[in-house]
């Protein structure tokens, strides 16, 4: 028995000594090791509105999910509204006045500019032949030259006559000149621009979000009164995002562009997830070198690397710890 128990007691010192052993061994290994703790991070964007105004109202709250295009916020915009009813009646009267040059005149303008012509055509035509019996009368020594000159004179009268009322009558007929079609062309075409510009003012007043994401912060309430170019909604890209990590200048040899690491994710159940370096500081965070002491050591800068995930992770978030176990 006493035997049995002396066995049993070594059998127990020889499990613990290798235990001990087995530990020691551990955590040499890990000591190979280093682990190397990173952040996630997203784009942000700051939602502006191009348009100063009062907000009306918002259509999303802090942590909602948004797709693109989707509506954030409203301004008021009777401003605007007026703007727009002014430059559609000024395009209207503008194409009015460019249809009014290339249709020429109305019919009954030009009916009437062809029935004074033809009247003055006529008098004209009555005007010649009594001229020209008067001067036949007067060659004759019928009547005095004073006669044949009163009669001269009204056919003259009734040629000018004729010739104003024709020409009216082919200005009626051919429209407005090609100078004045131009110039009405114009200014319809440059009155549509305006109108254009200003309905695109208009559909400003819907403030949208640019990308698929979350909402992370409201900077503006309704009621308030924003600049041009002031953001009112931050949306976070969730589908844009990378691992920053903070690499000291004599371990940058081991982490190459394109290098993969291995990371876990606490959040996340400690799960891993495979990861590549994509970008690499251009410069260390700190530009100059100063010595610590009289010794001629040096502070040891820091290059900043961002990490990308091989494949698409699930419920990540912004702020998140990642762990990158390296070795040294």
């Known amino acids: 028995m006493k035997r049995l128990y ?48 009062r907000i009306d109202s918002l259509c999303v709250q802090e942590g909602d999910y948004v797709t693109k295009g989707q509506y954030l916020a409203i301004l008021e915009g009777r401003e605007v509204s007026a703007k727009v009813e002014q430059a559609r ?71 000018e006559q004729m010739n104003a009322a024709r020409i009216k009558f082919e200005l009626a007929s051919e429209g407005a000149r090609k100078e004045e079609k131009a110039a009405a062309q114009s200014l319809y075409y440059q009155a549509q621009n305006v109108y254009n510009e200003v309905s695109i003012y208009e559909e400003e007043k ?44 004599t371990e940058l040899e081991m982490f190459k562009k394109g290098t993969e690491l291995s990371g876990i994710v606490p959040a996340l159940g400690n799960k891993a997830f495979n990861f590549y370096v994509h970008y690499m500081s251009a410069m260390a965070d700190f530009a100059t070198w100063r010595p610590t002491n009289q010794k001629g050591e040096f502070d040891i800068r820091t290059f900043e690397l961002r990490l990308k995930s091989k ?17 040294k």
């Open 89 to 159: 009646g000024a395009m209207n009267a503008a194409f009015a006045k460019m249809k009014m040059t290339e249709s020429g005149a109305r019919p009954q303008e030009l009916d009437a500019a062809e029935k004074v012509y033809l009247q003055a055509k006529a008098q004209y035509e009555l005007m010649e032949k009594t001229f020209n019996r008067v001067t036949k009368l007067y060659n004759d020594n019928v009547i005095s030259s004073q006669e044949r000159d009163q009669a001269e004179t009204q056919y003259i009268s009734a040629r």
């Open 206 to 249: 819907m403030i949208r979000s640019p990308v698929s994401g979350e909402v992370e912060k409201i900077l503006s309430d309704p009621g308030e009164i924003v600049a041009a170019g002031y953001p009112v909604v931050t949306v976070i890209d969730t589908s844009d995002y990378w691992v920053i990590i903070q690499i000291k200048e």
């Open 311 to 327: 494949e698409t992770i699930e419920n990540i978030r912004p702020g998140m710890t990642v762990n990158f176990f390296v070795k």
């Open 6 to 53: 002396i066995g049993i007691v070594l059998f127990l010192i020889i499990l613990l000594s290798l235990g001990v052993i087995a530990l020691h061994i551990k955590k040499k290994e890990q000591t190979k090791q280093g682990i190397i703790s990173g952040m996630v991070e997203a784009r942000h964007i700051d939602v502006a509105s191009k348009l100063p105004g």
